[in-house]
């Protein structure tokens, strides 16, 4: 018997989910989103590799705004740029403004969004994609990321988190923390007025735990 094809979940909806559950709520149920001036940054830096297009570099061919999906985790999206090694292995590379030498908790949502492109070139290529990297603008340098067991369980969880948020369209309650000083939705979120009691704070579930 067929099984039933999943509601396809943008690739971003994972990084938003990761940097804060009620930020992926805002953009992606309540269809809400506002500029500020990291995601003009980040416009102005994706505008470089938006057009579809590819070229010959250092012997690799490279795509750029490659789309992307997975049929198995039910995930649409697209690539910046996807340089294909001389075996036809992808290898993924994603843009990001700022400096490589970001926070450890916010670099490691960047990884999360990096390890759903390399199983939608997996399920794509039919390639193993060990590996990609984060390019991120202001150091001009990349960071290599290893798509582990462990980045694509992190990357399957959230898959799962992102599908029951977007299935009860329910407005999580706000982090109100460091993060939110960053985040253009800071107004029409209001962290402050709705956060939760310390009480409350500490018996919320990591992002990560799955349920038994």
């Not at 995930?75 to 994603?94: H, M, Q, R, S, W």
């Not at 450890?104 to 390639?127: T, V, Y």
């Not at 939760?196 to 579930?205: D, K, L, N, S």
Request: glycine share 4%; aromatic share 6%.
């Amino acid at each position: 018997m067929a099984t039933e094809a999943l509601d396809p979940i943008p690739l971003s909806a994972l990084q938003h989910w990761a940097y804060c559950p009620r930020q992926c709520a805002l953009i992606h149920v309540e269809q809400v989103f506002e500029e500020n001036l990291f995601t003009q940054r980040g416009q102005a830096l994706h505008k470089r590799v938006d057009d579809p297009g590819f070229e010959w570099r250092d012997g690799l061919r490279v795509e750029r705004a490659l789309p992307l999906f997975c049929d198995r985790l039910g995930l649409i999206g697209k690539a910046d740029v996807v340089e294909f090694l001389p075996d036809g292995t992808p290898y993924p590379v994603e843009y990001k403004h700022g400096s490589r030498h970001k926070r450890a908790d916010i670099a490691a949502c960047d990884d999360l969004q990096l390890a759903a492109q390399a199983l939608c070139l997996e399920e794509m290529f039919g390639k193993p994609v060990p590996e990609g990297a984060l390019y991120y603008a202001s150091s001009r340098r990349r960071r290599t990321v290893a798509v582990d067991a462990a980045l694509r369980a992190k990357a399957g969880q959230a898959v799962d988190a992102v599908r029951r948020l977007l299935a009860a369209s329910v407005l999580p309650r706000p982090l109100n923390n460091e993060r939110c000083r960053a985040c253009s939705l800071r107004d029409l979120c209001q962290p402050a007025a709705l956060a939760p009691t310390p009480e409350q704070a500490a018996a919320r579930p990591s992002l990560f735990e799955v349920d038994d």
